[in-house]
């Protein structure tokens, strides 16, 4: 992975298993250690961040997902020099996908009922106000798009 610099993109996955419960992972360093969270990382050079959310979902997790959507965008300034930004996709696991942990990251991940969640003392932040997102407001991918072919882009997909 290259250096991040000073602005920072990440990916996240709300993956919604069919039953309604949502993988969540405790991470084992930084300041979602032992939080549950979204399974998250770094967009990586030469993908869009809708590859990142899959990939980072099947690093730690081992699950394969589909991107449902874009879900929203967590955007922040830390220590007034660091611009920090993840965008978050709702995600679907595809069929008989067991939990295998990255244990190098996470000391856990497992799927569980947003009721439950709402009882875990040890929930991140946006994950609480994940509970409140309405089906309406996930915007899908728009694929198929050609912005002109005098940008060169490899991939190119709208979240409107």
Not at 104 to 133: C, D, F
Not at 136 to 144: E, L, M
Request: a negative charge.
């Amino acid at each position: 992975m290259a250096g991040r610099g000073n602005v920072w993109l990440g990916a996240a996955g709300l993956v919604v298993s069919k039953n309604g419960e949502w993988l969540v992972v405790k991470k084992k360093y930084g300041g979602l250690k032992g939080v549950w969270s979204l399974p998250a990382g770094f967009v990586n050079e030469g993908e869009t961040v809708d590859e990142a959310a899959v990939r980072e979902v099947r690093e730690e997790t081992g699950v394969c997902c589909t991107v449902k959507g874009m879900v929203g965008l967590r955007t922040g300034v830390i220590r007034s020099e660091i611009s920090d930004n993840m965008v978050i996709f709702l995600m679907e696991p595809e069929e008989n996908n067991s939990i295998t942990i990255q244990e190098t990251e996470l000391s856990e991940a497992k799927y569980m009922l947003p009721e439950e969640l709402i009882r875990e003392e040890k929930a991140s932040v946006m994950l609480q106000y994940l509970l409140n997102l309405k089906e309406s407001s996930v915007k899908p991918a728009i694929n198929g798009v050609d912005p002109g072919s005098h940008f060169q882009y490899i991939a190119y997909k709208l979240f409107l």
